[in-house]
């Protein structure tokens, strides 16, 4: 294997199958949809830990896999690299016929630097440390913990070094024969910084004291209104010249801005780099900030690509194809709606294992979902059941996105109806059992007995735990102008017109295998009263009938 594995001279002999078409992921210009889960960190560190991993993702009906390159074990010893390991995932993501995004662990990851290798982190002269003043203490850690390392991003040398590796990465991947199943490529890992606002180290000192850079000044001229880097200037006095604390003046907001540069620029370098090898799509995931509870930088990663600096980062790196939210927050809808935004395909690499989560994502438009901690996901699970409908349906629903046929609903607690248009009709959602409840009451019938518990989403002894999502929810694509297929649980769904009276005409429950749609009961009478199971994931296709009066 570590033949295989070791790094091949020479430039790739083709081109990457895979690219962006605007919000649309493309494989030999089909239309695709990655859904699937992200390995744990560690999980792609030993062959065993790959086959067991990769298994589960295809176990919970993905078509996607998650897994890193590690910097540290690629190259343990300064120039000479070995990617086994990426040749181990490449094999595993083939047997199991899974699409593979490989992230690379580089210099950061998660606003620390534990995975890049013990030669980078003992040479503090080539490689200085970052350091943080403000005493923020940062998130996952606790009084008296262990120093983490954290390399400035500001050091030539990290930079020049990660980019060789990453280079290196690429250049192996364009020549490995299993080269099309990486559809994506993320660089770095929740970069920016903890602790503080800005890095305060000599490096870091001497770049906000030195001059802004030109291209700088010229995204600033350019800038949207709402720009919190072009408001910062224009408070300032809009200066086209002079240090980053002359431009945008003090602040901690100035301080996330100038972070913002350098991380980008950082990563900018390694995408170049890796572009010029195999150029495939790149992008970079997000620690999401501001955030409840991490409202200031800092207290999330300073300089990340965070709502506040996306347009920092788009100015900074263009040759990424997207900045991605990673989503464990419980608003998962206003974090979709800030990262789908034009120029920015929509892509969730990380997010808990919640159901409701992925239907926002996909009826927003995201070209592909991913759960953290694949490996821990129950197969007969909720949001497994979904991964197994959406990869089936990837086709289907990337055409219905980019036409605008598509619709989620996710319904929070207390919500008495929601409200979805799809084409000329209205979706008015409300939760099954609620509204059984007050019918039920209403002709003088006891109470619903409490619903049951419903079992969790990951295994026994999984190392984080995530629970049935017990919100009513369905995805619903309109197949034709009185036709919808409906993927849902818990949820009641009526269909009007502003200009006619909307029946029903038929309903039939399925499922579908191997991507074709097999029909099963036809839902009539009682049944229609509740066309969605309450405690698991349905499909129905719903056939209507409009009449018009004259």
């Known amino acids: 294997m570590a033949e295989h594995g070791r790094v091949r001279a020479g430039g790739p002999t083709s081109v990457p199958s895979w690219r962006l078409d605007g919000t649309s992921l493309l494989c030999d210009g089909v239309v695709t949809l990655l859904v699937g889960g992200q390995v744990h960190n560690s999980s792609a560190s030993s062959p065993g830990g790959i086959a067991q991993s990769f298994r589960r993702a295809r176990e919970v009906g993905g078509n ?44 950061f990851k998660n606003a620390g630097s534990t995975y890049a290798p013990r030669w980078v982190r003992a040479d503090v ?25 954290v390399l400035s991003v500001f050091a030539p040398h990290l930079r020049n070094a990660d980019a060789r590796a990453f280079e290196a990465l690429m250049t192996y991947v364009a020549r490995h024969p299993l080269r099309d199943r990486v559809a994506l490529v993320q660089i770095e890992n929740e970069v920016g910084l903890l602790g503080d606002s800005r890095d305060r180290s000599d490096l870091a000192e001497a770049a906000w004291n030195g001059s802004v850079p030109a291209e700088f000044v010229a995204f600033l001229r350019e800038a949207a209104a709402d720009s919190m880097a072009a408001q910062r200037w224009r408070r300032a006095g809009a200066r086209t010249g002079g ?70 980062w788009r100015a900074a790196a263009p040759t990424l194809s997207m900045m991605s939210p990673d989503i464990y927050i419980d608003d998962a809808a206003s974090t979709i709606a800030a990262y789908a935004f034009p120029g920015n395909p929509l892509f969730v690499p990380e997010c808990r294992l919640r159901a409701g989560d992925l239907i926002r994502a996909i009826s927003g438009g995201a070209i592909g979902w991913s759960a953290f901690g694949i490996d821990d996901a129950r197969a007969e699970g909720q949001t497994a059941q979904l991964l197994g409908l959406f990869a089936q349906l990837e086709g289907q629903i990337a055409r219905a996105q980019r036409e605008g046929r598509i619709a989620g609903i996710v319904m929070e607690p207390g919500a008495g109806a929601v409200e979805e248009a799809l084409g000329g009709i209205r979706i008015v959602a409300r939760a099954t059992r609620d509204l059984f409840g007050r019918m039920l009451l209403d002709a003088g019938v006891a109470r619903l007995p409490p619903a049951p518990e419903s079992p969790a989403e990951t295994i026994p002894g999984a190392r984080i735990a995530a629970p049935h ?74 056939r209507l009938l409009q009449l018009v009066e004259e």
């Open 243 to 312: 240090s980053w604390a002359e431009v945008l003046g003090e602040s901690a907001e100035s301080d996330e801005i100038f972070m913002a540069w350098a991380f980008a620029t950082y990563v900018e370098a390694l995408a170049t780099r890796g572009a010029g090898a195999w150029p495939v799509p790149f992008y970079v995931n997000a620690w999401l900030g501001p955030q409840p509870g991490q409202d200031r930088p800092g207290q999330y990663p300073s300089g990340g690509p965070g709502t506040r600096v996306l347009d920092v």
């Open 64 to 107: 996607t896999v998650i897994a890193p390159a590690y910097w540290d074990l690629s190259e343990p010893t300064e120039g000479t690299l070995d990617f086994a390991l990426v040749d181990v995932m490449l094999g595993e993501a083939d047997r199991c016929d899974l699409r593979l995004v490989l992230l690379w662990f580089g210099a």
């Open 125 to 149: 002269q080539r490689f200085p440390r970052a350091r943080a003043l403000s005493g923020i203490r940062p998130a996952f850690t606790y009084e008296g913990a262990m120093h983490k390392p």
């Open 469 to 542: 999502d017990t919100r009513p929810l369905a995805l619903v694509i309109a197949l034709g102008a009185d036709e919808f297929l409906i993927v849902g649980e818990g949820i009641t769904l009526d269909f009007c017109h502003d200009d006619a009276t909307v029946e029903i005409d038929s309903v039939v429950a399925g499922t579908f295998v191997d991507g074709q749609w097999m029909p099963g009961l036809a839902l009539n009478g009682d049944e229609r009263l509740c066309l969605l199971p309450t405690d698991e994931i349905g499909v129905v296709r719903v």
